[in-house]
């Protein structure tokens, strides 16, 4: 089974960055789009940033467009998030997934690739 695995996640202040990455040990997503979605306590998984296979198309929901990025490295085999100016509503576990498609897709049962998640807590 493919695994992806998260890193990055962490408690930080309202107002400041974070950044995470995810790599696949052992196998190349670099034709495949990328995402990072999120679940917040007592809520549904959320997609929140994606990227295409050759990380020339972003798309970010409203909720964090302007202060996320989502960024590639198809040589490293990684995917990494920048999140600025973080907001205690981004507080939630953030999940790094792939699907079997070039194209970005904002719907979860697109993906067939999913990390086990990593916790990010931004503080009031």
């Known amino acids: 089974q493919v695994q992806l695995v998260e890193s990055g996640g962490g408690l930080v202040q309202a107002g400041g960055s974070l950044r995470l990455s995810c790599v696949a040990p052992?196998?190349?997503?670099?034709?495949?789009?990328m995402a990072w979605f999120r679940q917040a306590p007592g809520k549904e998984r959320e997609f929140v940033v994606g990227?295409?296979?050759?990380?020339?198309?972003?798309l970010a929901a409203d909720s964090v467009k302007g202060r996320f990025t989502i960024s590639r490295d198809n040589a490293k085999n990684t995917v990494d998030l920048q999140m600025n100016s973080l907001k205690p509503e981004d507080t939630a576990v953030y999940y790094c997934?792939?699907?079997?498609?070039?194209?970005?897709?904002?719907?979860?049962?697109?993906?067939?690739?999913w990390g086990q998640g990593t916790q990010v807590t931004v503080s009031s």
């Open positions: 997934a792939a699907r079997a498609n070039y194209n970005i897709n904002v719907y979860e049962r697109e993906y067939n690739y």
């Open positions: 052992g196998r190349t997503f670099s034709s495949n789009a």
């Open positions: 990227i295409d296979g050759s990380g020339t198309s972003t």
